[in-house]
């Protein structure tokens, strides 16, 4: 059985912006005046098998069985850094905060916390390709025809730093047309259909819904605070190492943590300024 190995996943020199793909899929964005949850881009990476077969090439009008058409890591040219600047790009485009895709070279400026992690993973690709030529007095002649299909799966997945947890994790498969037949590294249509399985979550219900919840209110401005103080002990040499751990507290953000200590009966808690930073609770 003949193999045909594909480079995989895509090129997007200039000398391909011809490329007949086609976009299926509507772009969503989040509508004026709605505020969205920060969020970053942690990773997106192909999970793909090395040497797994991803698709057929067939041959004819009728477009009969030719080659299988296999997928190549050592020939993948798409790296997880251009994978997540891709879904940077959509997020920017849908209208999205995330403040790590605003293209500032000084980010940390009023920049706003993460409050949850996006990452993804490609699952599966589908690649099938026909080729053919015409028919001129019973013999085949001119420029060969194409029928080229990519379909692009990815599982993505929001983790809440916080909680220490998944919260979201949906697939959804990219689909691109084209009229050419070229290796994956030099067409841009796998690159078409990662941008629409980016576009489907980002449009998803659900994604939206969490990224757009109302957060809890909590008062950031307080007024001269009436600490309800109450002595542990009158006798300092009394104080146990133990009674003084049990005050102690680790203070969880989107960002990291730090400690604290708690100063009153009622619950109040004094610690540093940069421990939570811009973060709300």
């Not at 399985?197 to 998803?204: C, N, Y």
Request: hydrophobic share 35%; charged share 25%; with cysteine.
């Amino acid at each position: 059985m003949k193999k045909l190995i594909l480079f995989c996943l895509l090129s997007i020199s200039q000398s391909h912006a011809q490329s007949t793909s086609k976009n299926y899929d509507q772009s969503f964005i989040v509508p004026a005046g709605v505020k969205t949850i920060p969020v970053k881009v942690m990773q997106v990476i192909n999970d793909v098998p090395n040497n797994s077969k991803i698709g057929i090439r067939y041959d004819g009008k009728s477009c009969h069985y030719d080659q299988d058409i296999f997928f190549r890591t050592d020939k993948d040219p798409l790296t997880s850094e251009e994978l997540v600047r891709l879904l940077n790009d959509e997020l920017v485009n849908a209208k999205y905060n995330a403040p790590d895709a605003s293209g500032l070279l000084f980010n940390e400026i009023n920049k706003e916390e993460p409050a949850y992690f996006i990452a993804g993973r490609i699952i599966e690709i589908v690649v099938n390709n026909c080729s053919y030529k015409k028919w001129v007095f019973l013999k085949k002649e001119g420029k060969p025809q194409y029928k080229s299909s990519y379909s692009y799966t990815l599982e993505w997945q929001v983790y809440d730093p916080l909680a220490k947890k998944i919260i979201f994790k949906e697939s959804f498969k990219g689909s691109a047309a084209d009229k050419t037949f070229q290796t994956l590294s030099d067409t841009i249509s796998p690159k078409v259909a990662v941008r629409n399985s980016m576009k489907k979550l980002l449009a998803d219900q659900d994604f939206y819904d969490l990224l757009t919840k109302e957060p809890e209110k909590f008062k950031t401005h307080f007024d001269d605070l009436l600490v309800k103080y109450q002595p542990v002990s009158t006798d300092t040499d009394a104080i146990s190492l133990a009674k003084v751990i049990n005050s102690v507290v680790t203070i969880k953000t989107n960002s990291g943590h730090g400690s604290g200590f708690i100063i009153s009966s009622d619950g109040y808690i004094l610690t540093n300024q940069h421990v939570v930073g811009s973060n709300t609770p």
